[in-house]
């Protein structure tokens, strides 16, 4: 099969486009036909090397895909050959004491397809039957691509870990980014009021057309914080959705009202910063972090996802030979929404 992988950590240039052997379902898996595929950050780490790596080479990269299912393995049940499902990538072993105790966001033997095993930039990928879940007639492959991580990590932030509630107001930082324009729809989707930040007017307007209330150009307003106290008359939002990092960890926390609470999920800015401790007593705020997420939450996501309530967001494609290109497109920052990989037609 044609597939997109490396063979060793560094820049665009050691992503091969070539042949690798076609995988077999084993007992519990099934074999997707990947119809396409999505780029995040995540990826741009693998590629060169930084954060956990890939057990063996040669690895495919990739851990966003929607496809069909083209095999099932021994023991599956409930699919279907032809089936149309995209993949939640993070396998867990379901028998570590965090498994069985419903916490299987800490599974100690968690794996992420894309990141560990082989991911999605291929013609088919072998998966887990209980990571594929079927979609909607309505939906484009390219579309479900878009939705996995971006989605997961947006309805986990804002639904699990910051419990965003209908009359509050609430800061999405970077509204273009996936997460963000994901996050955007959801807290509209609650009916909670959204303030999103952009570097460009162009991509603020595409956040409004998502249902963001109002927009913070943070280029021309770096000090962001305080348009975003104008806008909630003074008093601050009641919770920031983060995906940015070290630029904008104090704005964040003088965006919050008394009380409010900060969710981070991302530091794509930088990871490192000094922090003024007394926020956590004399205002004080609540600051957590949000990282693994569920099953639970992905089942829970994707019941509101078929319901046609959320809406992938692709930005731009790229034929499955030009991941490359998308990789260069990702790291100049200079897009809205997903890029998606489509796979061969
Ligand atoms: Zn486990």
């Not at 956040?207 to 209330?213: P, Q, S, T």
């Not at 900060?262 to 949000?290: A, E, F, H, K, Y």
């Not at 809406?311 to 030979?321: I, S």
Request: glycine share 14%.
């Amino acid at each position: 099969m044609k597939a997109v992988f490396i063979n060793e950590f560094g820049g665009v240039d050691k992503l091969i486009y070539g042949d690798l052997p076609d995988p077999t379902a084993g007992p519990g898996e099934v074999v997707l036909r990947v119809r396409a595929s999505a780029l995040n950050h995540l990826d741009l780490g693998v590629r060169s090397g930084r954060g956990r790596l890939p057990a063996q080479f040669p690895h495919i990269l990739g851990c966003d895909m929607a496809g069909e299912i083209f095999e099932i393995g021994p023991g599956v049940t409930g699919f279907q050959v032809g089936d149309r499902v995209l993949v939640d990538n993070r396998l867990k072993c379901d028998a570590c004491d965090q498994c069985l105790q419903g916490l299987d966001q800490f599974c100690r033997n968690q794996l992420r397809i894309g990141v560990d095993v082989d991911g999605g930039h291929a013609e088919f990928c072998k998966i887990p039957a209980v990571n594929v879940h079927k979609f909607r007639d309505s939906m484009s492959f390219e579309e479900a691509a878009a939705i996995p991580l971006a989605f997961h990590t947006a309805w986990h932030c804002l639904m699990v870990r910051g419990q965003l509630q209908p009359w509050e107001t609430i800061l999405v930082q970077a509204g273009g980014s996936g997460v963000g324009s994901a996050g955007i729809q959801i807290a509209k989707r609650i009916g909670a009021r959204v303030i999103t930040t952009a570097g460009s007017d162009e991509k603020l307007a595409r956040a409004k057309e998502l249902g963001a209330d109002e927009g913070i150009n943070y280029r021309n307003t770096p000090d962001f914080s305080q348009k975003v106290r104008e806008l909630t008359d003074g008093q601050g939002v009641d919770m920031v959705l983060d995906v940015v990092g070290a630029a904008v960890w104090e704005q964040n926390q003088l965006s919050l009202r008394p009380g409010g609470r900060l969710v981070i999920t991302g530091s794509t800015s930088g990871t490192q910063t000094n922090m003024d401790l007394s926020v956590l007593t004399g205002r004080p705020l609540t600051l957590m972090g949000s990282g693994s997420r569920t099953r639970r939450s992905f089942g829970e996501m994707m019941s509101v996802i078929n319901r046609g309530e959320l809406t992938g967001v692709v930005g731009l494609v790229f034929p499955l030979e030009d991941v490359a290109g998308a990789h260069e497109v990702m790291e100049s920052r200079d897009f809205y929404g997903k890029l998606v990989i489509q796979g061969p037609q």
